[in-house]
């Protein structure tokens, strides 16, 4: 089935994800609550979205024979992880209909696929070059100039597989600790800010976004998010325009989340795409009428797609392995009318592991920064 087609899953079906992290269980939980049944397929037991799942299959990514009963006890597959191979989309196919279809996770899914595209539709990204070989690298360094950022052009996340590169005579050294022949070399971007759009866009074509988020890092991990962003009225239009851009052009059915600098001259520059919700959309669990997961399930199922509606200024913060170490204080936070906490059910806190978040609302974005922060205080002073 392809995704063009007018497809509608009504409640009582069984939507498949694929992967089994904290977007699967938050996608899960906005499933259950519209009453669909959930199945999950993942090589990990006792996972997170596994918890809530009705059934969940234990097997690798390329288990031909799991992935087939799989497509065939489910009404629509979905992801939450979307580095899973062509084959693999290819047999869930065969079944069911598959949304984002495989073409969108085949170009999202490799860096130097994902920049020609971005490219072939006038989206502005940062130069870059493929890279597969120590004399390509030093060719594109030469090129590009330095400073530059050398990452794997595959199967990346979170600032892993990337290597920052400030002279040229480091470049040997980058190669060799990346391990692979199949890198970009991006110019590194001297941005104010770094921005994200949480879009959705449905079987007929409709084209919803969240307000247009700041993202702040720690370590390459996304630590804060503040939802909206400050940002001018024409940056806010021009960033919606180019995600719809390119969920047009991708012709996702799903929610998809443009990662964007924003440079000190103004312009907006993609980073990467994500094919599913993302981290930064997690405020909309609190702050917004429909959530980027109800929003993520509306569009897979062909169900009405609502523009979202934000209901106050609301910040994000992350909630680490190394946040919540010895007896953490949740009682801290759960006394607070205003912060919501929410965990994902992982065992083990390992540092830079993602355990929670909790989302601030407040009357300013500068209150609910405040707000989250000393939130987050609390929880790791205990
Ligand atoms: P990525 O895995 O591509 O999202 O990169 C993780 C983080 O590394 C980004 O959120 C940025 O903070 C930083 N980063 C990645 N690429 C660049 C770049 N070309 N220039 C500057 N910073 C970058």
Same mark, same amino acid.
């Given at each position: 089935m392809?995704?063009?087609?007018?497809?509608v899953?009504?409640?009582?079906?069984?939507i498949?994800?694929?992967?089994?992290?904290q977007?699967?269980? #938050?996608?899960? #939980?906005?499933?259950?609550?519209?009453?669909?049944?959930?199945?999950?397929?993942?090589?990990?037991?006792?996972?997170?979205?596994?918890?809530?799942?009705?059934?969940?299959t234990?097997?690798?990514?390329?288990?031909?024979?799991?992935?087939?009963?799989f497509?065939?006890?489910?009404?629509?597959?979905?992801?939450?992880?979307?580095?899973?191979?062509?084959?693999?989309?290819?047999v869930?196919?065969?079944f069911? !209909?598959v949304?984002?279809?495989?073409?969108?996770?085949?170009?999202?899914?490799?860096?130097v696929?994902?920049?020609?595209?971005? !490219?072939?539709?006038?989206?502005?990204?940062?130069?870059?070059?493929?890279?597969?070989?120590?004399d390509?690298?030093?060719?594109?360094?030469?090129?590009?100039g330095?400073?530059a950022?050398l990452?794997t $052009?595959?199967?990346?996340?979170?600032?892993?597989?990337?290597?920052?590169?400030?002279e040229?005579?480091?470049?040997?050294?980058?190669?060799?600790?990346?391990g692979?022949?199949?890198?970009i070399l991006?110019?590194?971007?001297?941005?104010?800010?770094?921005?994200?759009?949480?879009?959705?866009?449905?079987?007929?074509?409709?084209f919803? $976004?969240y307000p247009?988020?700041?993202?702040?890092?720690?370590?390459?991990?996304?630590?804060?998010?503040?939802?909206? $962003?400050?940002?001018?009225?024409?940056r806010v239009?021009?960033?919606?325009?180019?995600?719809?851009?390119?969920?047009d052009a991708?012709?996702?059915?799903?929610?998809?989340?443009?990662?964007?600098?924003?440079?000190?001259?103004g312009?907006?520059?993609?980073?990467?795409?994500a094919?599913?919700?993302h981290?930064?959309?997690?405020?909309?669990?609190d702050?917004c009428?429909?959530?980027q997961?109800?929003?993520?399930?509306?569009?897979?199922?062909?169900?009405?797609?609502?523009?979202?509606?934000?209901?106050?200024?609301?910040?994000m !913060?992350?909630?680490?392995?190394?946040?919540l170490?010895?007896?953490p204080d949740?009682?801290?936070?759960?006394?607070?009318?205003?912060?919501?906490l929410?965990l994902?059910?992982? $065992?083990?806190a390992?540092?830079?592991?993602?355990m929670?978040?909790?989302?601030?609302?407040g009357?300013?974005?500068?209150?609910?920064l405040?707000?989250?922060?000393?939130?987050?205080?609390?929880?790791?002073?205990?």
């Amino acid at each position: 089935m392809s995704p063009g087609s007018n497809l509608v899953i009504e409640p009582g079906a069984t939507i498949g994800i694929l992967g089994s992290g904290q977007l699967g269980r #938050m996608l899960a #939980m906005a499933a259950r609550r519209l009453g669909y049944g959930v199945a999950v397929y993942s090589p990990e037991p006792n996972s997170p979205a596994g918890q809530l799942a009705d059934q969940t299959t234990v097997a690798a990514y390329d288990d031909t024979t799991a992935l087939e009963a799989f497509a065939q006890s489910v009404d629509v597959v979905t992801f939450e992880f979307e580095n899973v191979n062509a084959e693999a989309v290819a047999v869930l196919s065969r079944f069911v !209909a598959v949304r984002p279809g495989g073409a969108v996770l085949h170009t999202t899914q490799h860096r130097v696929r994902e920049k020609t595209f971005l !490219a072939s539709i006038g989206v502005p990204t940062t130069p870059w070059r493929s890279v597969k070989s120590l004399d390509e690298l030093n060719d594109a360094l030469q090129t590009l100039g330095t400073p530059a950022v050398l990452k794997t $052009a595959g199967f990346g996340y979170d600032g892993k597989g990337q290597r920052r590169i400030d002279e040229v005579a480091e470049a040997e050294v980058a190669f060799a600790a990346l391990g692979s022949d199949d890198l970009i070399l991006e110019a590194h971007v001297d941005f104010v800010r770094e921005l994200s759009v949480v879009a959705a866009r449905g079987q007929d074509g409709r084209f919803v $976004a969240y307000p247009i988020v700041e993202n702040r890092h720690r370590n390459h991990v996304l630590d804060l998010t503040l939802a909206p $962003a400050p940002l001018s009225a024409d940056r806010v239009t021009l960033a919606r325009a180019l995600a719809r851009r390119i969920l047009d052009a991708l012709d996702v059915v799903g929610v998809l989340a443009v990662e964007l600098f924003e440079g000190r001259d103004g312009r907006l520059l993609v980073n990467e795409l994500a094919p599913r919700p993302h981290n930064s959309g997690h405020f909309t669990l609190d702050a917004c009428d429909v959530d980027q997961f109800e929003l993520q399930l509306r569009a897979v199922c062909g169900l009405p797609l609502l523009e979202p509606r934000q209901r106050c200024p609301a910040v994000m !913060a992350n909630l680490l392995g190394e946040d919540l170490l010895g007896s953490p204080d949740y009682a801290a936070v759960l006394a607070s009318r205003d912060v919501r906490l929410h965990l994902y059910g992982k $065992a083990v806190a390992r540092p830079g592991r993602k355990m929670g978040h909790l989302t601030a609302l407040g009357l300013t974005i500068e209150d609910a920064l405040s707000k989250a922060l000393t939130a987050r205080d609390a929880i790791r002073r205990a």
